[in-house]
């Protein structure tokens, strides 16, 4: 039940692109991404619901294509700012709690 | 609106020991939920509650962990003797609605280790 997510770490320097990917073996309702730095709580970025709409601000945005039950987190131009380990959070329908995956640690360089 | 607060950030236990751990939800918000953290991994579903009423909790919990939420207010986890399989970051997050597609907001955690 737990989302797969692809790559498990990235390593970039400042200014390239990254994609990250959720897939699920369930039907999902939506999908919420959080980014983590070391010893902080996860952080909210945006939440995808069922319907393949796409979502983002500043630089980060994201897609849920309903059909795969995948997820893709795509941050462009990256700054130092987005280190830190991603998770997506996916939510089965009626299931009224959300199954994360193990995380991408994304290390942005100079 | 200061966010999700928890109590103790760290707390180290001898095992065996009871610990109780409490959390305060962002005011007004009727989701609260309970999340174990290991290093490396995503946080791990443990109970949920929709104002006082405790609607579910993982079969990975045992008998030994209990959560309460009186009054629909702050909510309080409790491990009764401990082990050191417990260690790990417990995190509480809270939301305002009663369906999910709104976002969830995560308290600082309390850091859990068992010597």
């Known amino acids: 039940q737990q989302p797969v997510q692809s790559p498990q770490a990235v390593i970039l320097r400042e200014g390239e692109d990254a994609v990250i990917n959720c897939s699920s073996s369930k039907a999902l309702y939506s999908v919420h991404w959080y980014r983590q730095k070391h010893g902080e709580a996860p952080v909210f970025l945006m939440i995808?619901?069922?319907?393949?709409e796409q979502k983002g601000h500043d630089k980060i945005s994201a897609s849920f294509n309903e059909k795969k039950q995948q997820s893709s987190l795509y941050l462009t131009a990256s700054q130092l700012s987005y280190s830190g380990t991603y998770f997506c959070g996916t939510e089965i329908q009626g299931a009224q709690k959300l199954v994360f995956g193990q995380g991408t640690r994304l290390t942005i360089n100079p | 609106d200061t966010g999700v607060s928890q109590d103790p950030r760290h707390k180290i236990t001898k095992r065996g020991q009871n610990v109780t751990f409490r959390c305060d939800p962002i005011s007004e918000h009727n989701r609260l939920y309970w999340y174990r953290q290991t290093l490396g991994q995503g946080p791990e579903f443990l109970t949920y509650f929709q104002n006082e009423a405790q609607l579910e909790k993982s079969r990975l919990l045992s008998d030994r962990f209990s959560a309460e939420r009186p009054k629909g207010s702050f909510s309080t986890l409790e491990i009764q003797r401990t082990e050191q399989g417990d260690s790990a970051m417990y995190l509480c997050?809270?939301?305002?609605?009663?369906?999910?597609?709104?976002?969830?907001?995560f308290g600082q955690g309390t850091r859990l280790t068992v010597v």
């Open positions: 995808l619901l069922k319907g393949g």
């Open positions: 997050a809270s939301g305002r609605e009663s369906a999910m597609n709104t976002e969830a907001f």
